[in-house]
Every structure is written in C-alpha cells, then in structure tokens.
C-alpha cells in the first residue's frame, strides 16, 4: 500500500484509503518551466503508482499558465495528460485528493541554484543546513504550506523542490528522455540543476538499458524474482521512492542470479511505473 509525506505535517498518510476508491491527482503547475515540468512528472508518477495497484484515478491539471506549451513539453517527456482544472470540491465522490506543489513561485533562472543571495534568509523548497527541504513538516513559507492556507485545505499534499536545466542543453526526443530519467533519478525534496553532464549520463543509462532489454526480450521468459518484486513494491510504495527503484534496476542488470529473460520482466514492470520507454528498441536488431 502506498504511503506518502503529507507536507503539511511530514507525516506518512495511506495514499488512497479507500479499497478500489476514486482519488483525484491534482498537478498545481505556475509556469512551463522545468520545475513546473518536474511537478507534473511527479503527479505522472504519482498516478502510475496508484494505477497499479488498483486504484482509479482522476488527474487535474491547475494553476497553469501557458497551458499548451506546458502540454508540448509535458508530451516530450511522456508525461500523460491531466484534465484541465474543474471546480475544487469532490464532485465525483473521490475518496482522497492528492496535491502535487512545487515551490513557491519565482521565473526559472532568476535564481540559480546555488547563487548567492543577498538575504541570508532561506529560500523555501531550497534545503536548509545541508537538511533536504521536505525533512519535517511545511510551514506558511513553503509552497505546500501556501497551499493549505488555501487551495489544499483537507487534501493531501506532496511537496516537489524546484529544478533547472543548463541553458543550451540539446532538445530533441533522446534529450526529453534523458531529462525523464534525470528528474526522476534524486529525491523530489532535491533542488536540482541539471547540466550537459547529468543529461549525457542519463542518456547513456538509457541506451544501455534499452539495449539489455531488447536482448534480453530474445531469451526463454522467466517470471520476475519474488525479492526483486518485492524490493520494487517497497521502494516505490514507500514515499514513491524512485531513486530507490532505479536503484534496484542497477541490481538486477548486474546480478549473476536473475536469469536474463526475468531481467525483461522486472525492467517491463519497472517501467510502467518510470515511463522510461525501456522497452522500445525490442524488435530493433540492438545488438545481441
């Protein structure tokens, strides 16, 4: 059972507590920047995992200006789409109501991660003392805490901490793909500043999966590991802890136990919760 940081309190709370009842994801996203984008994946995610075991969903899209470019953008990187904002009550008799924030608004690039500030006041979403920014509960400062003061009053609330990309970086479909992996590969509570660097690591681990998984797709079929399942349901069912699931990727793809037609079960299955597309290159004579 998945269970979630409420950030209004940094309590764990049971993600949809009702059986089989409709939850509803609402992505709050200002602006198509890259931290708007890094919310609305996390929300994309968030419903994935939901989506697994069970549960129905209903995704909301708010807040948002420029909505098609944000749509463009959210499309490159395989994010599905959200409905447009409704009005904020349960018209449909949801059981839970998830709120995925970002932090609190300010234009991409007008403060770069990292540069120096002329307050010594911190910046909320941004860690403090080393200390990750969704380490205990969220106050009036923090974007989840603006939130409860209004929009998010009796939902949940999951805390998402700004992102960057170096201007200049390629943009192209491998390009959106390895942005996926690299937003998804540390903590949501991270502020991040992705560079070339991050970007052509990630894409690097992308093609070597992609690879692996279309020689792996030729061998005899053997069912995914009861551990391996096991390790994947508890990284992502605790917190959605995606980095930890990538984790357990790098495992297997080394492990001399899992035979390789189990290793293309655990990366297809993986994959419906990471949208990575590591099945894609099956069937396109990678190299054996």
């Not at 959210?74 to 109501?97: H, M, N």
Request: with cysteine; glycine share 12%; hydrophobic share 40%.
């Amino acid at each position: 059972m998945l269970r979630i940081t409420d950030a209004r309190t940094g309590d764990p709370v049971t993600a949809a507590p009702a059986r089989r009842g409709l939850t509803r994801v609402e992505a709050h996203v200002p602006r198509p920047d890259t931290t708007g984008l890094r919310v609305l994946l996390i929300a994309d995610v968030l419903v994935r995992a939901l989506e697994i075991s069970g549960t129905p969903v209903w995704t909301v899209l708010t807040g948002t200006e420029q909505r098609t470019e944000l749509r463009a953008r959210a499309a490159e990187l395989g994010i599905r789409p959200f409905e447009d904002e409704r009005d904020s009550g349960s018209g449909l008799g949801e059981a839970q109501v998830l709120r995925v924030l970002g932090p609190p608004d300010r234009l991409e690039g007008s403060d770069p991660v990292g540069a120096e500030r002329e307050s010594n006041e911190p910046v909320a979403g941004e860690p403090v003392d080393g200390e990750p920014a969704t380490d205990g509960p969220v106050g009036s400062g923090t974007a989840a805490g603006q939130a409860v003061a209004g929009e998010a009053a009796g939902g949940l609330c999951v805390a998402v901490a700004g992102a960057e990309v170096e201007s200049g970086a390629a943009h192209d479909e491998e390009s959106a793909s390895a942005l996926r992996l690299a937003l998804l590969a540390r903590p949501r509570g991270e502020t991040l500043h992705i560079g070339a660097a991050d970007l052509a690591d990630a894409r690097e681990n992308l093609r070597r999966w992609r690879d692996a998984v279309a020689v792996w797709a030729t061998r005899p079929s053997g069912p995914i590991p009861d551990p391996v399942r096991e390790q994947l349901r508890a990284a992502w069912e605790d917190d959605l802890d995606v980095p930890a699931v990538l984790g357990v990727l790098r495992k297997v793809e080394t492990s001399g136990t899992v035979p390789d037609g189990a290793r293309f079960e655990t990366y297809a299955y993986a994959d419906r919760l990471l949208g990575l597309e590591l099945t894609r290159d099956i069937g396109r004579g990678a190299p054996a």
